[in-house]
């Protein structure tokens, strides 16, 4: 089903964002996170266009096995790890590497005759989702190498819950608690997210794990701008407008009557709307862009229609308005709607046709 609403992704911005993140973190390796379809960004599409990143990281095993089924060699690693023992079957057929956070997995592993394995152990240093406190780690190891054969490898990795929040101390006890137990063996490291890659640089380890950043968002603005970084957004969101109407001091516009024009207005009705991930919770009303110029929302937010105020505005019915992009930053609009830019670009990416531009 074709709607009205697409989005633009650009590979190119994508490439230039993954060679940035590498000039911050230029010691680490980069496991590029394309989980939940790359943040709607596509999967397949974006791992094809990552030729740079040393391996890809996605939620769970199934998702690595449709990587594989589509010709994806790079090095695959599964956050959550496996479910099931048929999880854990394919991930060893396919050469997937798993993060082991749960005891169950630990109690499955036991059911495989010495597999080589590539395992990633999670240790909970402070997130308190997934992961093996740390005075469990020596037990864990115990357990998995008596479980598995000499030949598999095993790494050690966190999440930081508050990297993005550079007055928290929560980062550099979580730091503190990693290293107090990691630094007791010999086993690679991965523990920077993107603010981490940003902020903490004490967590650069031998992996950094970027997500958002990849797609051209800066997780912390006060430590440096998007254009300093050299970051490009990858995704911009676009609509057509389908109506122009001229409305009368005292109308009033979309459900609930919620907008009264102040004066005569020209009105635009553009085709987009919840139905294809744009928030209709707004908190207040950002701008859409038009052309050159940037013009206000106005009233409720439809599932496929919103309304914006064209007076003073030269343009026709056919036009293609930028809802976010290179105009506007999906973060200002998911600050207007009092959510974050994850949520966005998984909605709009997986409600609207994706095109893809070099």
């Known amino acids: 089903m074709k709607r009205a609403a697409y989005a633009l992704v650009n590979l190119a ?3 230039n964002n ?25 999967m397949l599409q974006v791992c094809n266009a990552l030729n740079d990143a040393d391996e890809f990281s996605v939620a769970y095993v199934n998702e690595a096995m449709e990587l594989r089924d589509s010709g994806i060699q790079k090095p695959l690693l599964a956050l959550q790890g496996f479910r099931t023992e048929d999880d854990l079957k394919n991930a060893i057929e396919q050469n997937i590497q798993l993060v082991i956070h749960d005891h169950e997995q630990v109690k499955i592993l036991k059911t495989i005759k010495s597999p080589t394995l590539k ?14 406190d740390a005075t469990e780690v020596p037990v864990v190891l115990e357990q998995l190498q008596n479980s598995i054969s000499s030949a598999s490898k095993i ?36 523990i920077a997210n993107s603010a981490g890659i940003l902020a903490w640089p ?17 997780p912390i603005e006060s430590v440096t701008t998007v254009d300093e970084l050299e970051l490009r957004a ?5 609509a057509p407008l389908i109506s122009i109407k001229t409305c009368k001091k005292g109308e009033k516009i979309g459900y609930g009557g919620d907008f009264c024009c102040p004066k ?19 908190k207040s009303a950002p701008n859409v862009s038009l052309g050159t110029k940037l013009v206000p929302i106005l009233g409720r ?31 200002d609009v998911a600050q207007h709607a009092e959510t974050i830019s994850y949520e966005l670009l998984c909605a709009a990416g997986n409600a609207v046709i994706k095109k893809y531009i070099q």
């Open 155 to 190: 790494s050690l990795m966190t999440h930081l819950a508050c990297a993005d929040e550079l007055e928290n101390d929560t980062t550099l006890e979580q730091l503190k608690k990693f290293d107090a137990i990691a630094s007791k063996f010999d086993f690679e490291q991965s």
């Open 234 to 238: 990858v995704m911009s969101l676009h």
């Open 18 to 42: 993954l060679a940035a993140i590498r000039n911050v973190a230029k010691q680490s390796k980069i496991t590029a996170v394309v989980k939940a379809d790359a943040y709607g960004h596509g």
């Open 301 to 331: 937010i439809s599932m496929d229609m919103i309304a914006v105020d064209l007076t003073g505005i030269d343009t026709k019915v056919g036009d293609i308005a930028e809802l976010w992009g290179e105009a506007i930053s999906v973060t």
């Open 119 to 132: 395992i990633c152990i999670k240790i909970d240093t402070g997130m308190h989702r997934l992961g093996f």
């Open 13 to 15: 911005h994508l490439k």
């Open 202 to 218: 004490q967590s650069h380890r031998d992996w950094v794990r970027p997500g958002l950043m990849l797609y051209g968002i800066n």
């Open 264 to 282: 005569d207005m020209l009105i635009g009705i553009i085709a987009i709307g919840y139905a294809d991930g744009y928030p209709r919770h707004l």
